[in-house]
T-cell receptor
Framework: EDQVTQSPEALRLQEGESSSLNCSYT??????LFWYRQDPGKGPEFLFT???AGEEKEKERLKATLTKKESFLHITAPKPEDSATYLC???????????FGQGTRLTINP | GAVVSQHPSRVICKSGTSVKIECRSL??????MFWYRQFPKQSLMLMAT?????????EQGVEKDKFLINHASLTLSTLTVTSAHPEDSSFYIC?????????????FGQGTRLTVV
């Protein structure tokens, strides 16, 4: 069964304190892995797509990396406005629908 | 990224009435749209997948007669919650995929907070 597990469930950091969020997946062939940011009361906002092991993508203070079993979302020198829930999802080969993890609630204290 | 517009953002309705939620892809054609429900502090729960011009595919446990989905065009899908009851109160989110080329990204609407009183 296709499965996505995110850790930690919640993470509290001080402003400027870099860290990483983990997304482990088991899937019968990976078509793509996605990271989204979701603010309270809003729909998820697309951040990155990763397709193959070794791939990396960056956007401002965020960098996403991918291996054959997991993905990391690295946050460098975060600011309070980076506080949100970060969702990881995969699309298995031949599938239409995303399989989501439970998300990591990130809080950045000023 | 592509834009998906969902309307309304909030709706309050009386128990027993029906509510329609619209989801539009504004700058791309979406042959496939997805409807999710999200409970507080939980991840998204897929309700159904709709393909333009055909019947929606519902996930196990989702009542197709209660949650009517129509995907009549490449840019519009609607979710109608029929005979709504307080237990249907939730946050509903739509998603659309741009099927051009090899794109796989799914983009989400802003969500609709439904409160049934």
């Amino acid at each position: 069964e296709d499965q996505v597990t995110q850790s930690p469930e919640a993470l509290r950091l001080q402003e400027g304190e870099s860290s990483s969020l983990n997304c482990s997946y088991t899937v019968s062939g990976l078509r793509g892995l996605f990271w989204y940011r979701q603010d309270p009361g809003k729909g998820p906002e697309f951040l990155f797509t990763l397709y193959s092991a070794g791939e990396e993508k960056e956007k401002e203070r965020l960098k996403a990396t991918l291996t054959k079993k997991e993905s990391f979302l690295h946050i460098t020198a975060p600011k309070p406005e980076d506080s949100a829930t970060y969702l990881c999802a995969v699309i298995p080969q031949g599938a239409q629908k995303l399989v989501f993890g439970q998300g990591t609630r990130l809080t950045i204290n000023p | 990224g592509a834009v998906v517009s969902q309307h309304p953002s909030r709706v309050i309705c009386k128990s027993g009435t029906s509510v329609k939620i619209e989801c539009r892809s504004l700058d791309f054609q979406a042959t496939t749209m997805f409807w999710y429900r999200q409970f507080p502090k939980q991840s998204l729960m897929l309700m159904a997948t709709s393909n333009e011009g055909s019947k929606a595919t519902y996930e196990q446990g989702v009542e197709k007669d209660k949650f009517l989905i129509n995907h009549a065009s490449l840019t519009l899908s609607t979710l109608t919650v029929t005979s709504a009851h307080p237990e249907d109160s939730s946050f509903y989110i739509c998603s659309a995929r741009d099927m051009q080329g090899s794109n796989t990204e799914a983009f989400f609407g802003q969500g609709t907070r439904l409160t049934v009183v």
